[in-house]
């Protein structure tokens, strides 16, 4: 069993930054995908971020790229999410996944919630205009 808290999220101004924290327990294995999904009201699911975990390879999706950073503290066995130059399209809550299956994804593949077999609770994150 894998277990993900996310915290960090909350309110900013457009143009403010968050970092959101995913503390990740559990058996996971040596590898595995981390993402950072999010869902506004009445929207689909949306891949944000990813990271291969012990290869560091990261994916982002293009909304995104450039504004937000997935990076990993092995000591605190967190991964987080910073998120710069934030607009209101960014509100919605975000969820943290893990994925202890699947051995090789691609970056597509990696930002398609499908497959990660673990989810955080989520947490909610709201940039007003």
């Known amino acids: 069993q894998v277990q993900l808290v996310e915290s960090g999220g909350g309110s900013v101004q457009a143009g403010g930054s968050l970092k959101l924290a995913c503390s990740v327990s559990?058996?996971?294995?040596?590898?595995?995908?981390l993402g950072w999904f999010r869902q506004a009201p009445g929207k689909e699911r949306e891949g944000v971020a990813s990271?291969?975990?012990?290869?560091?390879?990261?994916y982002y999706a293009d909304s995104v790229k450039g504004r937000f950073t997935i990076s990993q503290d092995n000591s605190k066995n967190t991964i987080y999410l910073q998120m710069n130059s934030l607009e209101p399209e960014d509100t919605a809550m975000y969820y943290c996944?893990?994925?202890?299956?699947?051995?090789?994804?691609?970056?597509?593949?990696?930002?398609?919630?499908?497959?990660?077999?673990?989810w955080g609770q989520g947490i909610q994150v709201t940039v007003s205009s």
């Open positions: 559990g058996q996971t294995g040596s590898k595995y995908y």
């Open positions: 990271m291969w975990i012990g290869v560091g390879s990261t």
């Open positions: 996944a893990a994925d202890t299956l699947t051995p090789v994804m691609t970056g597509s593949q990696a930002l398609r919630g499908h497959l990660y077999n673990y």
